[in-house]
């Protein structure tokens, strides 16, 4: 399977998948904004255990007119970016052009479903622990397999052969019947962690554990994560909070993409990590008390900063 | 009545509540450390809604050993400071003398009483909203009254006394039967709102009314309390929670004591506000899930903050 590919989103999610492809031969054109210089100048570079290699020659443009027509389509946008995906995509698109978004939360499938059309759609939900160490240097720390899905049905023969391109790029990759039941599988690490290490103070994975009373409260979260997934129809078991907690502790401390956002004054995925979750589990009748509490304040943060030195100061 | 007062801690309470006795002709004098100098030199000044004076000659003093045994000590130090108290303290005492505790939360009588006996101790409840602007200068936003009770007994005739004393004073005052039931009533305010105005990224009482999740938290942390509070025993009606939404609303936007001192960078009364008042409940077996982990990211922040620029920076 030969595809021609896009990777919209020149972030740490999409250099990293984009460059692994590339790498090993892929056919793949990166959309990018800020960084077009430095990648077209000295490539893209990624670094971690096992895998350090540069792309010296990156196909990269900053107008996906320009791309033309591919066959896959990696979203990595952040999701606070979705509304400018929507005019950015048409001239990707050929009839059969597959949609694979790599971003967290929920609510994604649905809005491009949306605009593009449901069959398209697949998602790859990325188990990994990155960070852009610059503008075209990724740092892998951990992990690195996607479970990719197909949106509202069973995997298809096209989602196979997509799992099969990625294992020859040396990406462990695994096909999941169940898409929305991973989405909140993910949920159940990202919804704590992702949320105390910004509200605790700016803590990465290994001081949240290290804090007791945090790492009781990362384990209740998780416990309402799972109750609120079983309570939509999507079963996990409650042995998912201490799995998750103690294959966190084996890894390598980690700042969770939003507190990177965070320091880095960028708009937090609020509605996707914990705004929809939270619609879906009240929707569903499910008790989420310490969900709403930390939507509630991650929300204030954001919207506190986006309003500036005019809005009201972060002190 | 005539009594010795001493006043120990020299924020926006010990400077209001003692300014306010020695312009009416009380004989009180102030432990200071910072502000001495000024205060010397230009007095305490009290603003507010009906209430502008200064007091040009405040007795003040950095050495309780210089002020001597008073009748009624009256102490207004932060909960964070109680350590210090213990040295400070003995230099006022004669047999009969009352110490009066102005300070929020829960253990402080008992912290107190452990040092100096219980029979000398009474409490005051400030239920006010007050700035220090500027070392002398005190500002009234809303409120002003206490509530004063005797601590582990019913009023006795000196409650009565004080009481009289600081009505005499143009101070509000009641009297009540049940300490700790009016602390956990005072608890059921402080801990969201002094809580969520750090944790929501620096707002008012205005401002966390004003964003709809915010306030559907502050009520739901309210009815938390409340539940502990009942668990352990001391009856608090549900109409608690939105009578002080409602009382809050009609109110001057104001900044929490908690607020205040996170923007001056200050040591978090953390344990006396959330960290008491959790274990209690915990030992009562109340369900507190948002007080558990409004508790854990307050402490953290605070951790976060004392261990400075040596430890992890606070972005």
Excluded at 17 to 35: E, I, N, P, Q, T
Excluded at 101 to 108: A, E, F, I, P, S
Excluded at 225 to 254: D, F, S, W
């Amino acid at each position: 399977m030969s595809l021609r590919v896009a990777v919209v989103g020149a972030g740490a999610i999409g250099l990293y998948y984009g460059a692994k492809l590339a790498h090993a031969g892929g056919d793949v054109h990166f959309l990018m904004r800020g960084a077009l210089d430095e990648i077209r100048r000295d490539g893209i570079t990624v670094r971690g255990e096992g895998e350090n290699f540069t792309v010296a020659k990156a196909n990269c443009s900053n107008s996906t007119a320009d791309i033309g027509p591919c066959d896959l389509v990696l979203i990595a946008v952040k999701t606070t970016s979705n509304n400018d995906i929507v005019e950015l995509i048409p001239p990707l698109l050929h009839e059969g052009t597959m949609l694979m978004t790599l971003q967290n939360g929920l609510g994604n499938e649905e809005f491009l479903a949306r605009h593009f059309g449901k069959e398209r759609l697949l998602a790859g939900l990325c188990f990994i622990c990155l960070n852009r160490i610059s503008r075209n240097v990724v740092e892998r720390f951990d992990y690195g397999h996607i479970v990719i899905a197909e949106y509202a049905r069973p995997p298809q023969a096209r989602t196979r052969e997509i799992a099969e391109m990625f294992g020859q790029s040396a990406i462990k990759c695994s096909v999941a019947e169940d898409l929305t039941l991973e989405r909140w599988r993910k949920l159940v690490w990202n919804i704590p962690f992702n949320g105390l290490s910004i509200l605790a103070g700016g803590l990465d994975t290994a001081a949240i554990l290290a804090d007791e009373n945090l790492r009781s409260s990362t384990l209740a979260l998780m416990r309402e994560v799972i109750g609120a997934a079983n309570k939509c129809g999507h079963p996990l078991p409650e042995t998912t909070a201490p799995e998750q907690i103690r294959r966190t502790e084996e890894m390598n401390a980690y700042k969770p993409s939003t507190l990177v956002d965070f320091e880095a004054g960028k708009p937090l995925e609020i509605d996707a990590i914990w705004g929809e979750p939270l619609r879906r589990a009240m929707a569903a009748g499910a008790k989420v008390p310490q969900l709403k509490i930390v939507h509630a304040l991650l929300n204030s943060i954001d919207q506190v900063r986006r309003a500036g030195p005019a809005g009201r100061p972060l002190s």
